[in-house]
């Protein structure tokens, strides 16, 4: 009965290829928590070469900072800092919008190059990135609406819900204020334009923001600034900086180097006027 | 509101990202789907098993987690570096692949045996007859089941916004932080949506009612 | 009579299904150009033997020979083997998704390599054979219980096989309908198509069949020309079932 064999052999190629693919989805499942994604080795150990392509990876949702403009060109104060950078030395950049909850395992595995995309220097962060020079600084802030005449102890213990950007330095310290005994529930947002939104809504009695935010966001919306009030500022200044793959000597350095000298001219307060930053 | 209409045309060129993760994750679905379900139903008990196991694993976990899972997971520890729109396909397509197997098991199991038996008798190899007595039945059968698995896939695309993919939702959260408005936007990226699923069953639906044959119903 | 003038010769066959015994010893012999047909009460195994026959069902014991070759050993190609088998089924069996040309030319492409108008040709021949060359584009939903089996023993005769088995052909057709599917098969045994009918027309197998087989209890009780079965049976069971046919076309007639 030759026609069962073929058939069986048939069946067993299809089983097989089903149950490598299973077979290989759980090993991978199983090894990956073991493995950190390999990283590729110190690419920019040396500085990148005129004419190299670099990948400048941001949050595409954090104006002005990194945003996009209405053709899907990425736009922003970084945008513009990090193309100055890259004149400077021959670079071809590519500004890649990723999903901030993922962009540093991006730049640990290479899909990136660096972030400069308001990113906080944190002790957390410093033990997987490299930062470069402090290029920002801002405070962390408490805003409510204007109508709303509570003091900060009072916000932050009226059991209500107060917004802040998932996976953005306001989360991180909504958590730590509510495990320090403050009463509140944290409504987590993508984007701290929608924090906001949120608070006119009447979700959220107050938002977690940051300077770094509020201040280009009320200068460049009057109309807004006049609904909100900053109720006082929470914990010290924070700053921003470029992350970089740790080995990438050559990055950092370079970056460092041109903002620096960038820092030390009239340009960079022409960019945060025009920013508004 | 005007802010906004500047943007429409960012926020459309998505539509072509979408089409394309739903293509390739109902086109990657389609084959492993119908590769299983025909050893679903003609198979050994240990193909089964296996086929078993893997419906079940990609239906129990979150599209999400599948997503991350893959990109962070199981590629790089294979050896195999995806970018996020092919890993969103691949993984698109292994899960619609746990559905759709579904679909064209029962539609097969639906027809009977006898189809398949009556090819056999006049000769004909157990794969000649599944493929060409069988699954020409049972693939106009599945066809309304199938439709539904491109809408589910449609809203499933937009997941991928986890990874950066450029579809249609990833545009609009960032259109969304441009313009600071979140209602027009996410309105208008629901209505895309809306036609798109409709569109798309309506095709469907097309190719059914010409591909229809007067009486062709599986047994219930 | 030499041994390759035996289209079919049957040895010993057994088949259980779920521990029970459906067929306990069947052995007999059928000629080129005979027609036998298998009467018997339901469950008697007259469908399984005809199964087991071309294979679709698996004898547990016992063998086959089809044209002097054993069909029941190792060696044997099960395709090749049922492609020489004509198989009609009680429920017809058409394929639903193809016309009735189609459905008789397609294994003949298929299983015979034939190219496509050879096929559509030799199809068309058949199915005006039984009567139905205008019908051969309407699809099986299409066509009446009567003519769905015309078209399915057309199917089966377009393979050029050299024995026929017909499993109880007309059981699932309207009354109306029986008698163009018998006059079918009355025109295949005048021209001595080797055949077994399985049926429970009584009067097709007086005037047609050359021999009948009665079964019961999983064997065949008695075989013999119809007249000998039907009217003046030796076995007490055959005898039983007979009677009790006649007395009931004796009282419908009064």
Not at chain 1, 247 to 264: C, F, H, K
Not at chain 3, 104 to 121: G, N, P, Q, T, W
Request: proline content about 4%.
């Amino acid at each position: 009965m030759s026609e069962k064999k073929s058939r069986r052999n048939f069946v067993k190629t299809v089983g097989v290829g089903v149950g490598g693919l299973v077979v290989g989805a759980l090993a991978g499942t199983a090894i990956a928590p073991m493995m950190t994604p390999p990283p590729p080795q110190a690419k920019w150990a040396n500085p990148p070469p005129s004419g190299a392509t670099v990948i400048h990876g941001m949050d595409a949702a954090y104006p002005p900072f990194t945003e996009i403009d209405s053709s899907g060109n990425a736009v922003g104060f970084d945008v513009d800092v990090v193309n100055m950078i890259a004149q400077k030395y021959g670079w071809q950049v590519v500004h890649k919008p990723w999903d901030w909850s993922a962009i540093i395992t991006a730049v640990q595995s290479g899909d990136l190059d660096f972030v400069a995309s308001g990113m906080t220097i944190t002790a957390a962060r410093s033990e997987i990135v490299w930062f470069g020079v402090p290029y920002y600084s801002y405070i962390h802030q408490l805003v409510a609406l204007a109508t709303n005449t509570q003091s900060k102890d009072q916000i932050l213990n009226s059991g209500a819900y107060i917004a802040c950007q998932t996976g953005a330095t306001s989360d991180q310290w909504a958590t730590t204020l509510i495990a320090a005994g403050d009463n509140f529930q944290k409504l987590g947002l993508d984007s701290y334009a929608l924090a906001f939104e949120a608070v006119t809504d009447g979700r959220a009695v107050a938002v977690i923001s940051d300077s770094a935010f509020t201040g280009p966001y009320f200068k460049a919306n009057p109309d807004q600034a006049a609904k909100f009030r900053v109720v006082s500022t929470i914990g010290g200044d924070s700053t921003y900086g470029y992350a970089t793959r740790p080995g990438d000597y050559g990055l950092r350095n370079d970056i460092n180097s041109a903002l620096e000298a960038l820092m030390a001219t009239a340009e960079w307060q022409t960019l945060r006027d025009k920013w508004q930053v | 509101m005007t802010a906004f209409a500047e943007f429409l045309p960012y926020i459309l060129s998505g539509i072509v990202w979408t089409l394309g993760l739903v293509a390739g994750g109902i086109g990657i679905g389609f084959v492993i789907g119908l590769f299983m379900a025909i050893g679903q139903v003609y198979g050994g008990e240990e193909l089964k098993a296996i086929i078993h196991a893997y419906v079940w694993f990609f239906r129990s976990i979150p599209l999400l987690v599948l997503l991350f899972l893959f990109y962070w997971g199981v590629f790089p520890a294979t050896g195999f570096k995806l970018d996020p729109l092919a890993c969103s396909i691949v993984v698109l397509g292994l899960r619609s692949g746990a559905y759709q197997s579904q679909i064209f098991r029962g539609a097969i199991m639906s027809l009977g045996d006898t189809q398949l038996v009556a090819a056999r008798a006049l000769g004909m190899s157990q794969m000649s007859g599944i493929f060409h007595v069988v699954l020409p039945q049972a693939l106009r059968i599945s066809m309304p089941g199938w439709s539904n698995e491109y809408a589910t896939m449609i809203k499933d695309s937009s997941i991928t916004f986890a990874l950066g993919v450029l579809e249609i939702l990833t545009r609009t959260r960032y259109v969304v932080a441009a313009t600071n408005e979140a209602l027009i936007p996410y309105f208008f990226a629901g209505a895309l949506f809306l036609v798109l699923t409709y569109a798309g069953t309506k095709a469907v639906n097309i190719v059914y009612e010409r591909t229809k044959i007067p009486g062709l119903v599986g047994k219930l | 009579m030499t041994e390759t003038n035996v289209v079919l010769k049957v040895e010993g066959l057994q088949k259980s299904f779920a521990g029970t015994k459906i067929l306990d010893g069947v052995s007999f012999e059928i000629d080129r150009g005979q027609i036998k047909v298998i009467c018997g009460p339901s469950g008697s195994g007259k469908s399984t033997l005809l199964r087991c026959l071309n294979l679709l069902s698996m004898p547990d014991k016992g063998r086959v020979w089809l044209e002097g070759r054993e069909i029941t050993n190792e060696e044997s190609n099960v395709n090749d083997v049922r492609q020489r088998i004509g198989f009609v089924f009680q429920e017809f069996n058409l394929f639903n998704h193809l016309t009735a040309l189609r459905n008789v030319s397609i294994a003949l492409e298929i299983v015979k390599k034939m190219r496509k108008d050879e096929a559509k040709a030799l199809a068309m021949k058949e199915l005006e054979k039984v009567n139905l060359a205008n019908d051969a584009h309407k699809y099986p939903a299409e066509l009446s219980g009567g003519q769905k089996q015309r078209v399915a023993i057309a199917r089966a005769l377009a393979m050029n096989p050299v024995i026929m088995f017909y499993d109880e052909p007309t059981s699932a057709l309207d009354p109306h309908l029986i008698g163009e599917v018998l006059d079918v098969m009355k025109k295949l045994a005048q021209e001595k198509l080797t055949s077994i009918v399985v049926t429970h027309e009584i009067g097709f197998a007086r005037t047609v069949a050359d021999e009948i087989m009665f079964m019961g209890e999983g064997r065949i009780l008695e075989h013999g020309p119809p007249s000998q079965i039907i009217e003046n049976p030796e076995h007490e069971v055959v005898r039983d079932f007979f009677r009790r046919i006649n007395e009931l076309y004796r009282r419908d007639e009064q």
